[in-house]
């Protein structure tokens, strides 16, 4: 079955370090690839996505590209803020008729300052 | 536009107790799924429903039953509580074509005892 697998958190920055979150997933056929936020005590909030390979999906500063090669989607920010801090879950979509989220267990990202 | 929107945001419940969660959304959105949120493995799918009167099993709907007469709601009834079904309950909505971005709600903690 389709699944996604996420790095271990917690992750502990400093204020203005570069991010990565690492996700790869295995999926048949041609996944769409998200990554979701959820900030403390709030539900989760869509981030960026890519729909196809190669895709780049961007916002608020953070990118994730799409490599179907690797089968990866790893979540990049070049300087997080303390108010980057929160979980982040990499997710796919591979039936479209179900429009079903498979979700990576989630990353906590904690950023200092 | 309120978006999703659930009920109640924490409930208590003894053991072999019933209750019913509430999910609304006012964007006419086709799709509505209810997922649950337990430490360390993500997000999993409960239910899902693609249209008034249609539903259909996620991947962990034991326990649990939905209805969809309406568009906007989509209730999730749990028939006899246990203790593990004690998790945060997220309902999230979205259009059916494309790809289209899910939207979710800010989630229901529920504890059973």
């Known amino acids: 079955g389709d699944s996604v697998t996420q790095m271990e958190g917690p992750v502990t920055l400093s204020e203005e370090a570069f991010l990565t979150i690492n996700c790869t997933y295995t999926?048949?056929?041609?996944?769409?690839l998200f990554w979701y936020v959820q900030y403390p005590g709030e539900g989760l909030q869509l981030l960026l996505k890519a729909t196809k390979a190669d895709d780049k999906g961007s916002n608020k500063g953070f990118e994730a590209t799409y490599r179907k090669e690797t089968t990866s989607f790893h979540l990049e920010k070049g300087s997080v803020q303390v108010s980057d801090s929160a979980v982040y879950f990499c997710a796919l979509n591979a039936d479209t008729g179900r429009r079903a989220l498979t979700f990576g267990s989630g990353t906590r990202l904690q950023v200092q300052p | 536009n309120a978006g999703v929107t659930q009920t109640p945001k924490f409930q208590v419940l003894k053991t072999g107790q019933s209750m019913t969660l509430q999910c609304a959304q006012d964007m006419n959105h086709e799709y509505m799924s209810w997922y649950r949120q337990d430490p360390g493995m993500g997000l999993r799918l409960i239910h899902y429903?693609?249209?008034?009167?249609?539903?259909d099993q996620g991947e962990v709907p034991n326990g649990y039953n939905v209805s969809r007469s309406t568009t906007e709601d989509f209730p999730l009834r749990l028939l006899s509580a246990a203790p593990s079904q004690t998790s945060v309950y997220f309902c999230?909505?979205?259009?059916?074509?494309?790809?289209?971005?899910?939207?979710f709600g800010p989630g229901t903690r529920l504890l059973v005892l």
């Open positions: 999926a048949t056929g041609y996944p769409s």
């Open positions: 999230a909505s979205g259009r059916l074509a494309g790809q289209e971005t899910q939207y």
């Open positions: 429903s693609v249209g008034a009167g249609i539903t």
